[in-house]
């Protein structure tokens, strides 16, 4: 069971456990459980609603975000970013900022929402994107590429791959490596973001299944609070901390 699905039924028995308890001041074994139940309710209802309106934490389970997030980063995630969203159908109930060139978003995989992924917008509604030889080209302004030596290295990826893409509203680390990729050509639908991995060739994301529909968006990453990977060499005090902004 998706963890919000149940937070949202304990809060709620909670809730009608505190009603009852409240309508019922028999001293018997059922009581004392409503009432402990009951208790619960206040700090219940607060987590729900942080997770759900606020921030929320995640993992990253896969290599597709290298090296900006590493498998083991706990990040951050804000909920309320691109809209105030209800819990469990993601349905916007207020509306807020639009994604923007560069964002982290955490979303709905669209061919399957019982999924989230995390990628990185590259193009917004309307836009024309090309990717030659590796290259990426957005309404036409290529995004220059420089080759980027990053201390501490890691044991999930060779610092020799690393590049330091920019464009006219920001710069990120991505991670290029020597095999052979498809090159593409697409116009960005109204409503839809075109996201890629920052791990280029180790990315499964728009080029293969489409843009990321608005409705999909859950929210925008901005910190690694943690990290754990007892597999690799890599250490919490690398990790921890880390702005994603």
Known sequence: MDFTVLLVLITFISGICLLLSQSNNSANSLYSILQFMGSLFPILFIVLFIRSFIVEPYKIPSGSMIPTLLIGDFILVKKYQYGVRAPIINKVIFENEKPSYGDIIVFQYPQNKKINYIKRVVA???????????ELFVNGKKYTQKQEILYPSSSQ????????ETNTYNSYNILKSTNPSQDFEYRVPEGTYFVLGDNRDNSNDSRYWGPVPYENLIGEAFYIWMFWNPSGS???IDRIGTSLD
Not at 124 to 134: A, F, M, N, Q, T
Not at 157 to 164: G, L, N, R
């Open 124 to 134: 917004l509604p309307g836009d024309s994107v090309r990717y030659i030889e590796k």
């Open 157 to 164: 990826y060779s610092s020799e791959e690393v590049y330091k």
């Open 234 to 236: 890599d250490t919490i």
